[in-house]
């Protein structure tokens, strides 16, 4: 089980740990536009997922900012999504006022899917823990970084070299 800290007190994360050569867990979340959404959806592509606390917070905000600047660059092969707790509504505003349109944002307030499947549902706090993965064309995990504790970011820059490995 993944141990985590969310301002250095320990956070409970139930649920399995995904690790590189695993198929990726299904999950369903909303769109922007409520529509459910599953893994299904982007099969083909690879996949890079950062998964945030919420984008109203200045560590996930950049954190996406980041991917979203870095998605062009990847090719058309790649899909980045951004999961969090946050409202499809208020994940839509954040995208507009911050020019954020090449990224998917994905809600998973409604049923947890994701973070349970996952293993990131924060059970003290009902939000996902800081997470990146990279799972190829083929549904498999490739990378995974649960950061260790919530509120640093995680390593852009290796995750940015497993997307890479993925499509060269």
């Known amino acids: 089980m993944v141990q985590i800290t969310f301002k250095q007190n320990p956070v409970t994360l139930p649920g399995n740990e995904v690790k590189v ?16 959404k ?3 959806d982007f099969k083909g592509k690879v996949l890079l ?4 606390p919420s984008l109203d917070t200045g ?18 092969d790649v899909e980045v999504l ?5 409202l499809p509504f208020a994940q839509k505003r ?8 090449s990224i998917t944002t994905l809600s998973d307030h409604r049923d947890l899917s994701f973070g349970e499947a996952y ?26 970084e649960y950061v260790s504790e919530g509120t640093d970011h995680p390593d852009y820059d290796k995750a940015l070299e497993a997307v890479k490995k993925l499509t060269n």
Do not use: H
């Open 38 to 40: 599953s893994l299904e």
């Open 119 to 144: 293993g990131l549902t924060m059970q003290e706090l009902r939000l996902l823990a800081r997470s990146i993965f990279v799972v190829d064309k083929d549904g498999k995990v490739a990378y995974v």
């Open 82 to 86: 951004t999961v969090s707790c946050d």
């Open 94 to 101: 954040w995208t507009e006022i911050n020019g954020v349109d």
């Open 49 to 52: 997922v950062s998964v945030v």
């Open 21 to 36: 050569g695993d198929q990726a867990p299904d999950f369903t979340a909303l769109s922007n536009s409520l529509e459910p």
């Open 59 to 76: 560590v996930c905000s950049d954190q996406t900012k980041r991917f979203s600047d870095e998605a062009a660059s990847l090719g058309e």
